[in-house]
Every structure is written in C-alpha cells, then in structure tokens.
Nanobody
Framework: QVQLVESGGGLVQPGESLRLSCAAS????????MGWYRQAPGKQRELVAT???????NYVISVKGRFTISRDNAKNTMYLQMNTLRPEDTAVYYC?????????WGQGTQVTVSS
C-alpha cells in the first residue's frame, strides 16, 4: 500500500521560511516524478513544483527563486524548502507521486503566512 505523509507545515510571518517533507512508503519514489501542489481556500488545487526521476525541477512562476524542491532517495523523502514566504502562499500543501497508472496523494499539511 502506497502512503505519502507530509510534515513541516505551520504558522509563520511574512518573510520567514519553512521546509516541508514528504515521506513515501510502499513504493520506490526514486522511479517516479514527484511534486508539491497547494490549495488555498476557495481556489483550485495548483501545481507548485515537480522533480523528475532524473532530478529535473520545475516551478510555478510565483514561487521561482523562493522555493526549492529536492529529494533524498536514500530516505524515500521529498522536500520543499520555502523561503521569503508571503501571505498568498497560505494553503494546504499536498505531496504527489505520479505513478504509471495513477496519482498518489498525501493528506496535506497546512501552511499559514500571516503577521
């Protein structure tokens, strides 16, 4: 059974940083593209960043230069380092694994940026 478990969310002030983690089990995540999505209240879920099995990374333009996606295959874990956070980054952040026949999702972790 594939499980993705996010952690690291919280409440921070504008300009501060957070690092999200996504631990995978039941699958070898190094074989697949993984990513982070987010969903703010009243909005659709949007793609934030992806990292391929070859370590190619892509970001939505609103987080480029502030967020960094990475993966540690030895730990079956993916990360999202978020710097210079803004109030508009407030959302539930979801870990995603793009499997051969389906997507897998974590339960989400709340990130709130507020003064």
């Amino acid at each position: 059974q594939v499980q993705l478990v996010e952690s690291g969310g919280g409440l921070v002030q504008p300009g501060e940083s957070l690092r999200l983690s996504c631990a995978a089990s039941g699958i070898d995540p190094s074989l697949y593209t993984m990513g982070w999505y987010r969903q703010a209240p009243g909005k659709q879920r949007e793609l934030v960043a992806t990292v391929t099995r070859g370590d190619n990374k892509n970001y939505v333009i609103s987080v480029k230069g502030r967020f960094t996606i990475s993966r540690d295959n030895a730990k079956n874990t993916m990360y999202l380092q978020m710097n210079t956070l803004r109030p508009e980054d407030t959302a539930v952040y979801y870990c995603n694994l793009n499997g051969v026949s389906r997507y897998y999702w974590g339960q989400g972790t709340q990130v709130t940026v507020s003064s």
